[in-house]
């Protein structure tokens, strides 16, 4: 079974300075249908204008991911670590027992699009930590490059939680295809540009998640970045 999550029936939150979409219930959005999918509970796509950002704030026991699509963002937390991601980096933040940070669009002139993902920690209570990977284009191009695992497979960030996360760049010409192993999940969510999904037309913001389904393809794709998660 697919079931789509098409981009405008998410959650929506304007302040100004931040325009963020979510994927599952965030803040003051709640959607009792739409809490979480396994393992993974947040997809905000967020758009921050120059110069603005999110002020030093805390977390505990979650394993945050941050993807950026476009422009830059400053990260400054409790460990110490300091570091600007851009587009092709993955950032990884294990909250553990608790740590604090802040996000800022460096720019004054360009905004930061970014996808910030979190999942629930297969243990709690751990110490807090930081990773960073640079994933070139050429590794997504038509192909499925796994850029987080709870064992580090093939260069990919260490994320404490049972999941794998993949991303992939899709253009027309380009397919795919990926088995899912009996009683697996997966979600998927188009980060820009436009793709086929076992047949189903997918826009930027669109999001599936796949149960009880043997495999997976995506095809047709119109500059296509697609973010495919592995869910026990």
């Given at each position: 079974m697919i079931d789509i999550r098409r981009?405008?029936?998410?959650?929506?939150?304007?302040?100004?300075?931040l325009n963020s979409w979510h994927s599952f219930s965030f803040g003051d959005y709640y959607d009792p249908k739409h809490t979480q999918f396994r393992a993974l509970r947040v997809i905000n796509d967020d758009t921050v204008?120059?110069?603005?950002?999110?002020?030093?704030?805390?977390?505990?026991?979650?394993?945050?991911v941050s993807y950026v699509l476009e422009g830059a963002l400053a990260h400054k937390d409790s460990m110490?670590?300091?570091?600007?991601?851009?587009?092709?980096?993955?950032q990884r933040m294990s909250a553990g027992t608790g740590v604090q940070h802040s996000e800022f669009n460096p720019s004054q002139s360009e905004k930061a699009h970014f996808l910030q993902i979190w999942f629930l920690p297969n243990e709690t209570g751990i110490s807090p930590g930081y990773?960073?990977?640079?994933?070139?284009?050429?590794?997504?191009?038509?192909?499925?490059?796994?850029?987080?695992?709870?064992?580090?497979?093939?260069?990919?960030?260490?994320i404490h939680a049972d999941a794998k996360l993949f991303a992939a760049l899709v253009d027309d010409g380009e397919r795919v295809e990926q088995t899912i192993v009996p009683g697996g999940y997966v979600y998927v969510h188009v980060a820009r540009g436009e793709v086929s999904l076992n047949g189903t037309r997918l826009h930027a913001g669109d999001g599936a998640s796949l149960t009880d389904e043997s495999h997976l393809v995506l095809d047709q794709g119109q500059k296509a970045e697609a973010l495919v998660f592995e869910l026990a």
């Open positions: 981009a405008q029936d998410r959650g929506h939150a304007n302040l100004g300075w204008e120059p110069g603005r950002g999110f002020g030093t704030h805390g977390h505990r026991d979650m394993e945050i110490g670590t300091g570091s600007i991601i851009r587009p092709g980096s993955v990773e960073e990977k640079y994933f070139d284009d050429t590794e997504k191009r038509g192909r499925l490059r796994l850029i987080a695992s709870p064992d580090s497979a093939d260069g990919s960030v260490k």
